[in-house]
Structures are given as C-alpha cells and as structure tokens.
C-alpha cells in the first residue's frame, strides 16, 4: 500500500482561463463513468491527462483530485497521490492555461516529504510540520509559519520548555524511550 502525498493547491490567473479550467474539472467531476473497485475513482488524475489529449500510461498519474471549489478567479482543491505529487500534470495544465500559476502546499509525513511552491506565503504561509506524538494522549499533526510556534505549541502540550533544536533533541530523546516522537519537518 502506498503512502500518501496529500497537496492543497491553489490556482489563479486570468478569468479566461480560470473559466476554461474549471470547466473542464467540473466536466470530469460530474462524467458518468463506470469506477471500477480498484481505481482511483471518478476523480483520477489520469482523467485530466486524457481531456488534455495525452495518454495517462506515459505519466505519473497514481492519485486523485478532490474538493474542488471556487472563489471568483481562485480555484482550490487538493490530491492525494501515491507516494510524492503529480508534478508533470500540474506542467501540463500551466503549458495548456498558460496564465495559470499554481501555489501549493503538501506532505507524506511516512516518507518525510514536505513541498510547498509559495515561498512568499500568499495563500500558504506555513513553513514548518509538526508531529508530536507522547506515546499516549497527545497526537497531533499541525503547520506553523515559524519554528518558534512550533516550539511554544511544544511547550504547551508537554509542559516542557522548548526553545531550540537542542532542547527539542533531548525531548525526541526521551519520548522515542517512551515510543512516542517530536518532529519539526521545514518544507521545501
């Protein structure tokens, strides 16, 4: 079983366009298809490969898209892939809508792969991946823009005071012991 890459996206550029694109994802949304028990379903990347007259089996299509929205000349949605993201769809679509320019933010936590293409933080100002684990009660996964939430976040949920990666070493020390885990993951 795959592990998941899980990618929020957000996508703007000029209203032609963005009307063109999302009425090409609506059309694949709502297409009556047979789904077979084993595929991705109605929503497979592979889809929007073939409505952009290229064959699925020549890419990296292992993954769908999901809640799709629209806020004026804003599209969001988000995929969850097989193990990293689709990449070459998301070029194919830019070369296709040219005035399109997609910002998103993802991570597969099991394969600590974290990604974002916002370094401004328009709409995705999260630099940091927490997980903190205590091997019993706490178990959170959360973003922050800076190390220093991620830290107080730390603090707060362990009663401990976290304040730099030192302190935050002998912390991950002592929950591994514990079978928990602390990390701080930076996407890139």
Same mark, same amino acid.
Request: aromatic share 16%; charged share 30%; with cysteine.
């Given at each position: @079983? &795959?592990?998941?890459?899980?990618?929020?996206?957000?996508?703007?550029?000029?209203?032609?366009?963005?009307?063109?694109? =999302?009425? @090409? @994802?609506?059309?694949?949304?709502?297409?009556? /298809?047979?789904? #077979?028990?084993?595929?991705?379903?109605?929503?497979?990347?592979?889809?929007?490969? +073939?409505?952009?007259?290229?064959?699925?089996?020549?890419?990296?299509?292992?993954?769908?898209?999901?809640?799709?929205? /629209?806020?004026?000349?804003?599209? /969001?949605? /988000?995929?969850?892939?097989?193990?990293?993201?689709?990449?070459?769809?998301?070029?194919?679509?830019?070369?296709?809508?040219?005035?399109?320019?997609?910002?998103?933010?993802? +991570?597969? !936590?099991?394969?600590?792969?974290?990604?974002? !293409?916002?370094?401004?933080?328009?709409?995705?100002?999260?630099?940091?991946?927490?997980?903190? =684990?205590?091997?019993?009660?706490?178990? +959170?996964?959360?973003?922050?823009?800076?190390?220093?939430?991620?830290?107080?976040?730390? !603090?707060?949920?362990?009663?401990?005071?976290?304040?730099?990666? #030192? #302190?935050?070493?002998?912390?991950?020390? #002592?929950?591994? &012991?514990?079978?928990?885990?602390?990390?701080?993951?930076?996407?890139?």
């Amino acid at each position: @079983m &795959a592990n998941y890459f899980e990618t929020n996206y957000v996508v703007e550029g000029n209203k032609q366009d963005i009307d063109s694109f =999302y009425e @090409m @994802m609506m059309k694949l949304k709502n297409a009556k /298809r047979q789904v #077979e028990p084993w595929s991705f379903g109605p929503t497979w990347l592979g889809y929007i490969l +073939e409505e952009l007259g290229e064959n699925p089996e020549e890419y990296n299509c292992k993954g769908e898209w999901l809640d799709l929205t /629209r806020e004026g000349d804003v599209i /969001r949605f /988000r995929a969850e892939t097989a193990w990293e993201p689709c990449h070459n769809i998301r070029w194919l679509i830019e070369d296709k809508y040219p005035s399109l320019k997609f910002y998103f933010i993802g +991570e597969n !936590s099991a394969d600590e792969m974290f990604q974002k !293409s916002d370094p401004e933080g328009k709409f995705f100002p999260e630099n940091y991946y927490l997980w903190l =684990y205590d091997g019993k009660d706490v178990n +959170e996964e959360k973003k922050f823009i800076t190390k220093e939430e991620a830290y107080k976040f730390i !603090s707060e949920k362990t009663g401990r005071n976290i304040t730099n990666d #030192e #302190e935050l070493e002998t912390l991950q020390n #002592e929950l591994s &012991a514990q079978q928990g885990a602390c990390y701080i993951y930076e996407y890139e």
